[in-house]
């Protein structure tokens, strides 16, 4: 069980265009999700947390115009990146919190979004 | 402030013991994590212990925390080649928040 999919798992798209990534929990109701990025050979860095329903809460220094997050159902949220720049190409990792989850170790990971800008 | 840091890299032999540390600065930490990431892949949760415990042990890996000191470390024992992978430490400074450390490669060699 507490399987997460991110849809693609790599896109490439040309400077300027927008590119939307999907995070799915499978077999489980997620609350909470949440968006990071990891540059490479680097750590996770938390991007947004969004909420069900509700509007996410961006890290201090992520756009949020850039980054647009919609977590419209309980099992998906989608992370649209607006007009693309090179630097924009990174590894994007989704996780995703159960309904009753009451720690931070009920956080399951989705296998990650590889994008590069051209 | 939150900021958790590991060694880089590490490399050991195919049944030697590895293990891989961490330092922390919040110690309101309720637990603190071990990740594993296999190449191009998500995160995987390998174990956590809970911020009132010394010492976790979970077959072949053991956790040992040192709260005075804000370090966290993990063992491998018999390492195999399976387990080369970048591992990182996660503290918990709120609720359901992660702050990942930088990472450690680890490579075993056969």
């Known amino acids: 069980g507490a399987v997460v999919s991110q849809h693609p798992s790599r896109v490439i798209c040309k400077s300027g265009t927008s590119v939307k990534i999907e995070c799915r929990s499978l077999?489980?109701?997620?609350?909470?999700m949440f968006w990071y990025r990891q540059f490479p050979k680097k750590s996770l860095m938390l991007m947004a947390t969004s909420n069900e329903g509700s509007k996410a809460t961006y890290e201090q220094g992520v756009e949020k115009d850039k980054f647009l997050i919609n977590h419209a159902s309980l099992t998906l949220s989608t992370l649209t990146v607006t007009s693309a720049h090179p630097e924009d190409s990174s590894f994007y990792i989704c996780?995703?919190?159960?309904?009753?989850?009451?720690?931070?170790?009920?956080?399951?990971f989705g296998p990650g979004t590889r994008l590069t800008v051209t | 402030g939150e900021d958790v840091e590991q060694s880089l890299f590490l490399s050991v032999r195919e049944g030697d013991s590895s293990v891989i540390n961490c330092t922390y600065t919040d110690s309101s930490s309720t637990y603190l994590y071990w990740y594993k990431q296999e190449p191009g892949a998500g995160l995987q949760l390998l174990t956590y212990?809970?911020?009132?415990?010394d010492m976790k042990q979970d077959q072949r890996l053991t956790v040992l925390l040192n709260k005075k000191d804000k370090h966290l470390s993990l063992r491998i024992a018999d390492t195999q080649t399976g387990d080369s992978a970048i591992y990182f430490c996660?503290?918990?400074?709120?609720?359901?928040?992660?702050?990942f450390g930088t990472g450690t490669r680890l490579l075993v060699s056969p």
């Open positions: 996660a503290e918990s400074p709120g609720f359901q928040k992660l702050v």
């Open positions: 077999d489980f109701q997620a609350t909470t």
């Open positions: 996780s995703a919190s159960p309904r009753l989850a009451v720690s931070s170790y009920e956080q399951y």
């Open positions: 212990i809970f911020s009132n415990m």
